[in-house]
């Protein structure tokens, strides 16, 4: 239809066998664990994309507790308005999520709600559940319908193909949500002292040409855990995983995380909960950064770490503001121990600091110190980590204990190529 | 030293002489008008640039008046802090602006406050007048000492130089300030019913490699403007103006804006003050589109205007966060006519706007009315205006009256050739 369009097909199956992945990714797909109470399916229903996998459902046993949180864009996707309005009317129980790639159902006004509903009315129906009990995502092309017969027509042989998660329908399943991803993501977490897992996967890269992309991660357990403590420990740990993600500042109209607890091990989180959020904590920090490393054009791996700032907040705001950043991003694109771009975006971030009393490390290497250039400052020994793809820069602020992570990429030519190609 | 500063310098340099010029410059550089009560005068002090001028001499007749905004950065240069002392101490009086381009005199410490005050002091000292009737402004690298002995050195064939402005000597003071931009630039107004006017000069391209970079304006009129009405008019026009442009929302340490009224034409602001507002309007905004048209690697000059908002900060908000869409400005560059990245801006924005009451144009196309596609939308005349190279964007939020523009460029390769070229 459009050049970019097929690219962007052509990009997304090249990627699901393997090339170009990002020079960031991990060296192969993770061994995952089975998941008691959960069975994964993916088929190819032929939404945009040709030749691929781009429908995943996952089943979950009855009994099974859901939690979600979603994008904070007040132009929310229908499928998001869907799980919001499902999760209240389930009290949190949930028996599965259906998920395409290759259409967002995304500023399609109220006809895209009823796409959503009909989906999970079609799985629901499938499953013997109720609609309510089923999530649904999408992602990909934005104001365009999302042709919903074709889910529809999938459903037989996605029911039929359901099995408990061996590696390769893990695999299969991150594969199926992904769009210009470069490799599929998944990670897991033993939860201590239970025999319990928690695993999953998730997609993105930045927001994707030709369209709005997204973020999605649906996360599994086998521990039974109830469903206020699991939207509390989910929210919680998004906050400190998803959250702290940046690749280009731009948000999606479709975030979605649902976590899902089966409770199959027959063990309760309980007492155990500690140790579950732990794990949750793990997998969805590991995700989060898997989305990092497959930012658009990136080829550097950055936290940025605040300390010393007014408050926590303060230091997120401080730690946002580098990493967003187009100047810093590009200076470490080039290794540029350009350390002044650092002090602009402190600057700006409008949150107290003390120019003089500011410090700054690249890797080990101190900078700057009260505010002015740190006397045994080597820019070689700073260039010499910035040459690496694993880049960590501190600033100190020097007003209080506040402290924040966030966790972004480089800028480069290859994020113009993606999303400044020419449709026509 | 370094490959980047030699770069820079040999830029800087070819700029000057008129090579590679921004295609979205003006074709010339404007005829300009005297201004009584100003002399102007440039030397070369070789601050860092070598083969052209880098200082620039203000001279101010007794009894001028002077008001200044400076950047919201909380990491202030040290001139900055000059500046805002000596309008204090001075009660808006002033006899002499001094620039320099080269060095910033910012991240410098105690030390740079002095350098500053030295620099007022040497001006002050050469034209007998008080060193807080002098404002320094200084652009260039940063967390470098600034070698102040060469502005000393250069004062006396500057004081020397001063002549009364014609359109050679505001084009040496336009290209005197200027670090990596690729045109002067200037911009002046008649005060209707007075025969006074408002001239002025500015410099800024972004933030520039390999600094920390600075938009600078210095606007002057002959008209008499007492001290508080100066501050409220030039504090409102920049906030109609510089505060409505954005190339990349970096914000720099240094960014200063000045106005001066000499009072030589006899007439005074007064009943005239709205003509006076009138025509300073005119000279900042055409400044700071000029500062949009040398934004590095701009090849679009785009305006953003959002209406239907809850209130003009709401609007305002939403259309930085369209102009400073890192995913808007490479669609702009390559002329794709992907609204559904603006949707996905205006929802990140955080400001009350109404999905499905949204409606988006791309110049005089509908793209969207009501949450969904316009059913007449015409993707081919969408892009037949983004191919141009004067873009307007036009977002109807549906919730109240609130409007705003911003003024803004594309994101293209060049920023990034510009911004991540290796200095090692």
Chains 1, 2 share one sequence.
């Not at 998941?35 to 996952?58: F, H």
Request: glycine share 10%; aromatic share 6%; charged share 20%.
């Amino acid at each position: 239809m459009h050049g970019w369009r097929a690219f962007c097909c052509q990009f997304a199956v090249a990627v699901m066998v393997g090339t170009p992945v990002s020079p960031l990714a991990p060296a192969a797909f993770p061994v995952m664990p089975a998941v008691g109470g959960l069975r994964l399916a993916t088929a190819a229903a032929g939404i945009r994309y040709q030749g691929r996998d781009d429908v995943m459902l996952a089943e979950l046993s009855p009994g099974s507790t859901v939690a979600g949180t979603f994008t904070r864009s007040l132009c929310t996707a229908a499928p998001v308005d869907w799980c919001k309005d499902a999760l209240a009317a389930s009290g949190g129980r949930g028996r599965a999520i259906i998920v395409n790639s290759g259409n967002a159902n995304a500023f399609t006004g109220a006809a895209g709600y009823r796409v959503a509903e009909h989906t999970a009315g079609s799985v629901a129906g499938a499953l013997g559940a109720q609609p309510y009990e089923v999530m649904v995502a999408s992602t990909g092309v934005i104001a365009e319908d999302l042709p919903v017969e074709r889910i529809d027509a999938a459903l037989p042989s996605l029911v039929a193909g359901l099995s408990a998660p061996d590696p390769q329908a893990w695999e299969a399943a991150a594969a199926a949500i992904g769009t210009t991803d470069t490799f599929p993501k998944a990670a897991s977490a033993p939860v201590d002292g239970t025999g319990a897992h928690v695993a999953g996967i998730a997609k993105g890269s930045g927001m994707i040409a030709p369209d709005m992309a997204t973020m999605l991660a649906f996360v599994f357990t086998d521990l039974a855990v109830d469903p206020l403590t699991a939207q509390e420990c989910l929210a919680s740990s998004v906050e400190k995983s998803f959250n702290r993600v940046t690749v280009d500042s731009d948000t999606s109209t479709s975030d979605t995380v649902i976590l899902a607890a089966t409770g199959s091990s027959g063990r309760s989180a309980g007492l155990h909960t500690a140790y579950f959020r732990e794990a949750l904590d793990a997998v969805t920090l590991d995700l989060a950064h898997q989305i990092v490393r497959d930012g658009e054009g990136a080829t550097k791996f950055v936290a940025v770490t605040v300390t010393g700032a007014a408050d926590d907040a303060a230091a997120d705001a401080i730690a946002r503001a580098v990493a967003d950043s187009p100047l810093v991003k590009t200076a470490l694109a080039a290794s540029d121990a350009n350390w002044g771009r650092i002090v602009a975006a402190v600057g700006k971030a409008g949150q107290r600091a003390d120019r003089d009393r500011l410090s700054i490390w690249i890797g080990d290497e101190q900078c700057a110190e009260g505010g002015i250039p740190h006397p045994g400052y080597s820019e070689e020994t700073a260039i010499e980590h910035l040459l690496g793809d694993e880049i960590e820069l501190r600033v100190d602020v020097g007003v209080g204990d506040g402290e924040a992570t966030i966790w972004t990429c480089d800028l480069t030519h290859g994020y113009i190529d993606i999303n400044a190609g020419y449709r026509t």
